[in-house]
């Protein structure tokens, strides 16, 4: 058997109970009908511009994607450098470092430029 | 490693796979109960209450019966919600949540029904690698929940949820680095053989204390657990999940507690071995006794969680995101370029004693000329801030007129320009701007706590 094969066989499990979970729900609990009840929680106005479709967030959370993206992809070559790094040696030091001083340039550049500040 | 092999893994009769995979989701419910019970229990100890001791002896099924409960409960799905995504999103929350446990490491191989077992799902060379994934796949079911309830609170607190996730994210991904650097793989069944003579966790100490960090943030859990603080965002991403959907996201709360405590059990305090004094007894890491060790240690950080929960209020949103952004991850960076050099050093360079001296001179001349370079801007930075004091000192003096506040409405006689301080001129206490000028006009920043 393949070894990805049992997390399939976990995750159908951890799937059929959720999803059984969310559709028995309908069905056990009772209903009373009562228009105001279906309003999205406010202060009873309907919100303007409605989230779906019109919706409007601040930039800061766009940004915030943005650095993660970047940092993630720098993990994704911190990790086999890491894990092969007895055999890399001193070539592979001195590789990694460079990458990690040209990301740090950018990532300063941000700091300074006040990209990560929240107020 | 072949046909898709790896060790022992992969070679289990198919009956057996599905039994781990059922053994697994039975312990998380139960976990995840028992969990929900005990941290109720234990911070109303902290609160002086006495919590749930009703249902079941000692109230241990008090967890259990609030699941019923709910799922008597009305569904409401508010007019405006995108119904599609709404209904998946609990799902993919619980389902991630759930999954990410297959190559968590119970304990070592022992014998089921006469069949030579690892006591974990199935384990593979890039398996933190696959908790990280599947963690990222369970922030979907975050920001789709706070998408499509179709109202305001759910959909900020699903943005804020998620910031606060990625970023925290990077955090812990850099804390594994240095872990994956001294045990040469990623394999979680192999990282715990190579902590044998002594855990990550006391070799590699600020990585584990990065990783604690920031496996609360992760979890959204005390005191990062702004994307439920109910003054600004009623229940953040789930607001208008109700019934069993609603349970659905608990679930995977907890499950992820749970997770980030066995991932940080298994990358540093040593997984299923035994403890120290334990350790001298030869039996301890042999049978099903590293399984109690698993369960004693995975308990230990969820009693964590809540003592932090009992214990530290919480952050305010920029000092939480400046944390993770400005501290966390230099901090994480700069360990790992210490390691790695270390590391190397050790393995690789034969040093002389003079050539160590050397470098550790040459690396303290660099040091100390950081130091002198990051003090004269501090300095010129004290001088800029004096100035602007005695500014508004000058001003505070003057009594306003009509003329000098270009303000609609007119100062009031006798009235003076009241200075309160800016987060770029604030000084902080014990900093260089002279005292007497501050005083005179700002109150300092302790008189205005208490």
């Known amino acids: ?119 | 490693m072949t046909g898709g092999q790896f060790g022992l893994f992969g070679s289990d009769p198919w009956w057996l796979v599905i039994g781990k995979a059922v053994a697994i989701f039975g312990l998380l419910v139960l976990l995840t109960l028992f969990t929900i019970w005990w941290e109720r229990r234990v911070v109303s100890r902290m609160q002086n209450r006495i919590g749930p001791n009703r249902v079941g002896p000692f109230g241990l099924l008090q967890s259990l019966m609030d699941g019923f409960k709910l799922a008597f409960k009305e569904e409401v799905i508010p007019k405006a919600a995108h119904v599609g995504v709404y209904w998946i999103a609990p799902v993919i929350s619980a389902t991630a949540a759930f999954i990410a446990f297959a190559v968590i490491p119970f304990g070592p191989t022992v014998s089921v029904f006469g069949v030579e077992t690892p006591l974990q799902l199935t384990d593979f060379p890039v398996s933190v690698l696959y908790v990280l994934a599947i963690a990222s796949i369970g922030v979907y079911g975050l920001v789709l929940a706070g998408w499509s309830s179709g109202s305001t609170y759910p959909l900020l607190g699903g943005l804020r949820s998620t910031a606060q996730v990625i970023s925290y994210e990077i955090a812990m991904g850099l804390s594994f680095v240095a872990v994956f650097i001294y045990a040469g793989s990623m394999s979680t069944s192999q990282i715990v053989l190579a902590q044998q003579p002594i855990w990550f966790a006391v070799i590699l100490l600020p990585s584990f204390l990065i990783y604690v960090t920031s496996m609360v943030g992760e979890t959204n859990r005390a005191p990062f657990d702004l994307p439920e603080a109910e003054g600004e965002l009623v229940g953040g991403f789930h607001t208008e999940y109700s019934s069993l959907k609603f349970a659905m996201f608990f679930l995977a709360e907890y499950i992820n507690m749970v997770t980030v405590s066995a991932l940080a059990t298994t990358l540093f305090l040593g997984g299923y071995l035994a403890p120290w004094p334990l350790s001298l007894w030869d039996g301890a890491n042999t049978g099903w006794f590293p399984v109690l060790w698993w369960v004693l240690k995975v308990q230990l950080f969820i009693f964590v969680f809540i003592w932090l929960r009992g214990t530290l209020p919480r952050l305010r949103y920029d000092q939480f995101m400046k944390f993770g952004w400005k501290v966390l991850i230099p901090v994480a960076l700069i360990w790992i370029v210490i390691v790695s050099i270390a590391r190397l050093f050790r393995t690789d360079v034969a040093l002389t004693n003079t050539e160590l001296l050397v470098v550790g001179a040459v690396s303290i001349a660099v040091l100390l000329a950081a130091a002198w370079l990051l003090q004269v801007r501090s300095d010129r930075r004290a001088d800029k801030r004096a100035q602007a004091e005695e500014d508004h000192a000058r001003r505070a003096s003057e009594v306003l007129t009509a003329a000098s506040t270009g303000h609609p409405v007119p100062p009031l006689p006798g009235q003076r320009f009241e200075y309160t301080p800016r987060r770029s001129t604030v000084t902080v206490p014990g900093s260089t701007a002279p005292a007497d000028s501050t005083e005179a006009v700002a109150p300092p920043q302790e008189d205005r706590d208490a």
């Not at chain 1, 800061?60 to 790094?85: C, G, N, R």
């Open chain 1, 1 to 119: 058997m393949n070894v990805y094969t049992p997390i399939f066989i976990l995750g159908a499990l951890a799937f059929g109970f959720a999803a059984f979970s969310v559709v028995i729900a309908g069905f056990t609990g009772p209903k009373r009908y009562n228009r105001a009840k279906y309003d999205a929680y406010e202060c009873g106005i309907e919100p303007t511009p409605q989230p779906i479709g019109g919706g409007r967030f601040p930039v800061k959370y766009y940004l915030t994607a943005m650095m993660f993206i970047i940092f993630d992809i720098e993990l994704v070559f911190l990790y086999p450098w890491a894990v092969a790094f007895d055999q890399l040696g001193a070539f592979g030091l001195v590789a990694m470092m460079l990458f990690l001083l040209n990301l740090a340039v950018p990532y300063v550049y941000e700091w300074r430029r006040g990209g990560l500040e929240w107020d």
